[in-house]
């Protein structure tokens, strides 16, 4: 056997690495980083919905919300178990930060990241009630859906096979707040989902991050990356657009 | 947070010249920590001249073993194989961090499964591990072995395979090839590449029927294989890696001091708060805030050293600090006055830094 190669070569040529030992530094912060903003954003996420079980309209609509809350808090588990293994702090990780912190509704801060951690910034948008909730949930869960069959094909192997298990799950999340918008449509909630839909459309958008060619490159190059945020945007603007159509509603502005 | 443990070494034999299988004991209650799965892996640390080394070595026992062990191949320059291979005796205590890695599949008694493991060289460890845990566990699955060495006299374990193979008649198959040593079968010897498993999938394996493989070898003969094995059909998911590089993630430098040990100047008191508490040490110029915190008896937080994982992040309330190498923090953190204290030196006399925030 020849060892000769090169850890970046190898990367570059589609190989995996398996455990924090064999990492090399530049791709050890980008991992972290992608594992981070997947953790802190599952915890935001969970804390906001956990707010709005309440007011569900029905039991089944709180047991949804319910169930959300404790699968997003769950697939954050698994993620920072992996980062666990990389000697970040996993018991004070939890716990340390402000999850349910929310801006102000009209807070303009574009992609940028909160002071404290590494949520998308959509997520530092608060939902207003129940309306909304289901509509921000529809949105995001198309965009979790593609961005996670992007990080899916990572080259870290522990957290690729993270990602393939959460995806089904959050797909899940996506059913029921079709479902959810759905039942809204038919009490006649139009105008108000409409206009939930024109205040996260944009927002969820955002969340596909800038595009910055040299550094998709190096991501690229390292294995962490496949599709570029526009590629991931579009299909995603594509197939909301689709399903809002069917419910008779309009995709957002930008 | 992983943490490590003490472990007594309870048995060490050659496998082959160079290298070693070491048998471990959790010391100090610490058994139920290293209960592992098969094919997963422990990080062991030692400090060689004042730095501090950590290497991760696969488990090669099978789950019904009632025993701890690892294989360690002595590698060419390496300080941590070297001193197991050469130094390490029975009774000596060393460190480790609880079993970890995702190299394996969840055993099913009940499975009829059909799973190809490929190693090359001491590569084997895992694959041991998940073979004999396999075979043993799910009575109706069996295993095929591409087992890749230099020569005949470098293969790990190889009597223990044959003896395997005598133990579960008919459900495993070991196919040895070898780089330098000639074999009855031409196809047998040289490298385990692409080419190579294609040839072998035509009339040796039956690759429609692998519901599993595992690789662990070299970078080379990783890509190789999974290659050949995505050309026939298996997913990603059907595919599992381990691979153990040799890169490690790289060390900073320390700051190049100007000998002048006698200047005042080369003092700093440093205030340091962690989980609550402040501590005031004075610490020379030319050592990390990290490092300094660390002789202090202080629980600082790190991983890497290297100024990457920010793991050991703390926030510079007061003074002036400088960072040789930032991998990890944006720009709006620096900012804000967050150092990764592993790469933190500081430049006034007085420095305040807190961990908490």
């Given at each position: 056997m020849t060892d000769s190669m090169t850890l970046d070569s190898y990367l570059a040529a589609g190989g995996v690495l398996t455990n924090p030992t064999n990492v090399p530094p530049r791709y050890r912060a980008e991992l972290m980083k992608l594992m981070a903003t997947f953790v802190d954003s599952e915890l935001a996420g969970a804390a906001g919905f956990a707010d709005i079980i309440n007011q569900g309209p029905g039991i089944k609509e709180r047991i949804a919300a319910a169930k959300i809350v404790l699968e997003k808090t769950d697939n954050a588990d698994r993620?920072?178990?992996?980062?666990?293994e990389f000697g970040a702090d996993t018991q004070r990780y939890a716990t340390h930060h402000p999850w349910t912190a929310r801006l102000d509704r009209d807070a303009d801060i574009g992609a940028s990241r909160s002071e404290h951690d590494m949520r998308l910034a959509v997520f530092n948008?608060?939902?207003?009630?129940?309306?909304?909730?289901?509509?921000?949930?529809?949105?995001?869960?198309?965009?979790?859906?593609?961005?996670?069959?992007?990080?899916?094909?990572?080259?870290?192997?522990?957290?690729?096979?993270?990602?393939?298990?959460?995806?089904?799950?959050?797909?899940?999340?996506?059913?029921?707040a079709l479902e959810g918008v759905v039942k809204l449509v038919e009490q006649g909630n139009d105008s108000q989902l409409q206009a939930s839909v024109d205040y996260w459309w944009p927002r969820v958008a955002v969340s596909f991050g800038a595009s910055d060619a040299e550094k998709f490159k190096s991501?690229?190059?390292?294995?962490l990356r496949r599709m570029t945020g526009a590629e991931l945007k579009a299909r995603w603007q594509a197939e909301t657009t689709r399903v809002l159509t069917q419910l008779g509603l309009s995709a957002g502005p930008g | 947070m992983a943490r490590f443990h003490d472990l007594e070494v309870t048995d060490i034999h050659k496998t082959i010249r160079n290298a070693v299988v070491v048998t471990l004991k959790p010391v100090n209650g610490a058994a139920d920590a290293f209960d592992f799965t098969q094919g997963q892996y422990l990080t062991f640390r030692r400090d060689f001249d004042g730095e501090e080394l950590r290497r991760s070595y696969s488990i090669c026992a099978g789950k019904d073993e009632g025993v701890l062990q690892v294989g360690i191949k002595r590698v060419e320059g390496g300080a941590f194989s070297t001193w197991a291979n050469t130094d390490l005796q029975v009774g000596d205590r060393v460190q480790a961090m609880p079993p970890m890695g995702s190299f394996f599949t969840a055993i099913d008694p009940t499975a009829e499964k059909h799973y190809l493991g490929f190693a090359g060289g001491s590569g084997i460890t895992p694959v041991l591990s998940i073979l004999k845990t396999t075979l043993a566990q799910e009575p109706h699955s069996r295993f095929t072995l591409v087992y890749a060495n230099k020569g005949v006299n470098t293969i790990m374990f190889r009597e223990e395979l044959e003896d395997l193979k005598n133990l579960h008649m008919g459900r495993l198959n070991v196919i040895h090839i070898l780089e330098t040593d000639a074999q009855d079968i031409d196809l047998f010897t040289g490298l385990v590449t692409q080419e190579k498993c294609a040839q072998l999938f035509e009339h040796w394996i039956d690759i429609k029927t692998v519901d599993t493989a595992f690789i662990c070898g070299p970078e080379p003969m990783m890509l190789g294989i999974a290659a050949a094995l995505k050309d026939h059909g298996l997913e990603d998911g059907q595919i599992k890696f381990e691979l153990f590089a040799s890169a490690q993630p790289g060390r900073a430098k320390r700051r190049v001091t100007n000998g002048d040990a006698a200047s005042q100047a080369n003092q700093t008191s440093a205030s340091v708060t962690l989980d609550g508490s402040t501590q005031t040490i004075t610490m020379p110029k030319d050592q990390s805030i990290l490092e300094a915190a660390l002789d202090n008896a202080m629980d600082a937080p790190f991983a890497c050293k290297a100024g990457v994982c920010s793991t050991c992040r703390c926030r510079v309330i007061e003074g002036e600090v400088e960072m040789l190498a930032n991998h990890a923090l944006e720009d709006y953190e620096v900012e804000k006055g967050y150092v990764l204290s592993c790469q933190a030196y500081p430049v006034t006399d007085r420095v305040v830094v807190d961990y908490d925030q």
């Open positions: 993620v920072l178990k992996i980062m666990g948008y608060p939902l207003t009630g129940w309306v909304d909730a289901v509509v921000m949930n529809l949105l995001m869960s198309r965009a979790v859906a593609e961005q996670l069959a992007e990080f899916s094909t990572v080259s870290y192997q522990p957290l690729a096979e993270a990602f393939r298990s959460i995806a089904p799950i959050e797909a899940h999340h996506g059913e029921l991501l690229q190059a390292m294995g | -």
